[in-house]
């Protein structure tokens, strides 16, 4: 004990450098047939009027709930409740190369979060503004979020290969043709209509028929399209393949 006490004596706090923990959220929806990713525009230094991602340091809180509080002060959008009620969050990547951030050593937590067509933003906290963009412009980002960016296209390309993710994309009940263009929009590719139908329908659990058709008409005029749900598979097996990567392209 007195060891502990002479040690807590010389203890200076301010000898040692600092050391601060953030989260950075990669946000994506599909809007008009395009996959976009929710920027702000930071409005305090550093980097004060550059596009970043939402995010900030955390609080006495859990990383998770760090990432789903600034989501919410920075843009307005509240995981949980009403259309965001099905936004799926997980974590992506720890960043703290030195000198990603000016201000002192700063490692960040990065998540990746996934819901149906999200509404607009409104911006808070310290972002001046808040609002959706293609992916394919989400460049010249402060910090290093072009790189936090690009790894969350990575893993969610990856995982609509392997998991029912891309159903966080859709409704609670959609068509094929939609499911279809989810796919198409993150992964970049245009698919076959038919052969994505097929596939789909190959993979056990993946989706499930309701029994009920769309009220609107299907495909090029055609018969309304069949209604279906996410079901109860969390890995796909096959696994959904990019055509690109089908054709041995890595």
Sequence with gaps: MRDEIEFLAGYD????????VTVDVVALTVRDGQLCVLLVERGE???????????GFVRDESLDAAALRELAEETGLRPGEGPLARVHLEQLQT????GRDPR?????????????????PRAGSDAAN??????????????DHDAIVADGLDR??????????????????????ELRAVYAAVWGEDLHAGNFHRKVLSVPGFVESTGETAARG??????????????DAQLLHP??????????VR
């Design 45 to 55: 230094q550093p980097f004060a009027g550059r596009r970043a991602l939402p995010g």
């Design 95 to 98: 960043y703290g190369d030195p």
């Design 239 to 248: 696994a959904l393949l990019r055509p690109t990567r089908e054709d041995g």
């Design 130 to 143: 808040a609002y959706w963009t293609p992916i394919e412009r989400a460049t010249g980002l402060a910090f």
């Design 156 to 177: 969610a390309r990856a995982k609509l290969e392997y998991t029912p993710l891309a159903t966080a994309f859709v409704g609670g009940e959609f068509t094929i043709s």
């Design 218 to 231: 299907g495909e090029r005029g055609g018969p309304k399209a069949k209604l279906y749900r996410a079901g």
């Design 13 to 20: 706090p301010g000898s040692y450098p600092a050391v601060a």
């Design 104 to 120: 002192m050593r700063v490692f960040s937590v990065a998540y990746l979060a996934f819901a149906p067509s999200l509404p607009d």
